[in-house]
């Protein structure tokens, strides 16, 4: 099993800046994908941006230049550090860690933080 968890959400002024963490415990393979998506209320939880374990790294359109994910394999933590903060990016924040057994992918979530940004 995996168990991930959130910190570093918070209220903060349009234009400002806060930085989440996920870290991650439990059986994690060297091959996998952790991310962050976000849920605002009334709407679906969208991709904000991924990176592998290798390094590669997807922006959601909405941040990029302005959000930048980073990981530390050795400490199975994922970083999302997000600049430039809109009331549009106002959601819960979620926390992903894709892994694979065998050839099935399996996903795990983080309980989510919040993040609201006023105007």
């Known amino acids: 099993q995996v168990q991930l968890v959130e910190s570093g959400g918070g209220l903060v002024q349009a234009g400002g800046s806060l930085r989440l963490s996920c870290a991650a415990t439990?059986?994690?393979?060297?091959?996998?994908?952790m991310g962050w998506y976000r849920q605002a209320p009334g709407k679906q939880r969208d991709l904000v941006a991924t990176i592998t374990n290798a390094g590669s790294i997807n922006y959601a359109n909405s941040v990029k230049g302005r959000f930048t994910i980073s990981r530390d394999n050795a400490k199975n933590t994922v970083y999302l550090q997000m600049n430039g903060l809109k009331p549009e990016d106002t959601a819960a924040y979620y926390c992903k860690l894709h892994q694979l057994y065998g050839t099935t992918g399996r996903d795990y979530w983080g309980q989510g933080t919040q993040v609201t940004v006023s105007s």
């Open positions: 439990g059986t994690i393979f060297a091959i996998n994908t």
